[in-house]
């Protein structure tokens, strides 16, 4: 069985935005590329961030999404030269374990004939994941507000009222997903509840309603952010430099370590305060300039099969 040439891009994301712990996700314009070619046998091939550390064979994590596919959907796909250039920082919450598993389910299901809906692929991709707040705007786009009901992901698109700048700060040091959940404590105060739902509600209702000077108090959290200090100190300098510079709203990007800003207008002056007060906090790191990507994961090319919002 042979194919045409494609090529998949998936987007990073940020979970959490703040309040939304394990229930928002927020697609963002830095995208990890796949170019899929016929080959002898499967062979991946990284460039760009983390090419030194992730594997090249099959204990690739995208290499090893297909294999999933392949097994759960009944799939005989010929084998592949994954060429990937990652544009996405590794264990900095952006996403980037997220946008290896949807490349990896999307090649599978492209390779066998694009028979797939996208919802088949976004379950697989959660249960893969083990969260869905990630890989249902890397797969879809843009602020998805997400659950798991009966063992199922349902999700909901949150309209952005008006276009968003996105300032990050991203430090050299890794805050793996591991270690960020292990000192969240298992139990929380009811005040502590209600206080994140509350601005929950808010971040939604302002992103919807592009009432943004709500975003400063809907980015707030006490359930994840306050014990995640204790592995980033630095966390309420940058939080503070941040909102002192102009931005709308700030929060942890996922597990960490990136610190993400909402900016309406031009984002390089929050993003060079926040990287000013980490030089005098002794963190090192660097900023990056991006925005809210509406659109989800691309397939493009000769090879490719064209269908579903996901395409």
């Known amino acids: 069985m042979t194919f045409l040439p494609f090529t998949v891009t998936v987007p990073a994301s940020s979970a959490n935005l703040g309040p939304g712990f394990d229930a928002l996700g927020m697609a963002i314009d830095l995208v990890n590329t796949v170019r899929v070619e016929p080959a002898d046998q499967w062979e991946v091939v990284l460039t760009g961030e983390g090419a030194e550390r992730l594997p090249q064979g099959d204990r690739n994590l995208m290499h090893r999404s297909i294999t999933t596919a392949a097994q759960r959907w009944g799939l005989r796909l010929p084998p592949a030269r994954l060429s990937c250039v990652n544009e996405v920082p590794l264990s900095r919450g952006l996403g980037s374990s997220s946008t290896a598993v949807v490349a990896g389910l999307l090649i599978a299901d492209q390779l066998a004939g694009a028979e797939r809906h996208e919802d088949d ?18 797969l879809l786009g843009g602020v998805q507000a997400c659950a798991l009901a009966d063992g199922r992901v349902v999700h909901a698109r949150v309209p952005v009222a008006r276009p968003l700048g996105l300032a990050m700060f991203v430090p050299n040091v890794p805050m ?18 209600v206080y994140n739902v509350s601005r929950a509600c808010l971040l939604v209702a302002g992103l919807a309603s592009g009432e943004y000077g709500a975003l400063r108090t809907g980015t707030q959290d006490m ?17 503070h430099a941040a909102l002192e510079a102009g931005a709308l709203g700030v929060f942890l990007s996922g597990a960490g370590s990136t610190i993400m800003a909402f900016v309406e207008g031009d984002p390089q002056p929050v993003a060079d305060a926040m990287a000013q007060a980490a030089v005098r906090d002794g963190v090192p790191g660097r900023r990056l300039i991006t925005r809210v990507r509406e659109k989800g994961a691309e397939i493009e090319g000769p090879g490719a099969r064209g269908r579903g919002t996901a395409r």
């Open 223 to 239: 359930l994840h952010q306050p014990p995640r200090m204790r592995l980033f100190p630095a966390m309420p300098v940058l939080f």
């Open 121 to 138: 692929i976004l379950q697989l991709a959660s249960e893969i994941e083990g969260h869905p707040d990630n890989v249902t705007p890397a």
């Open 176 to 193: 793996p997903t591991r270690e960020a959940r292990r000192v969240i404590p298992r139990r929380v105060d009811l005040y502590d509840a």
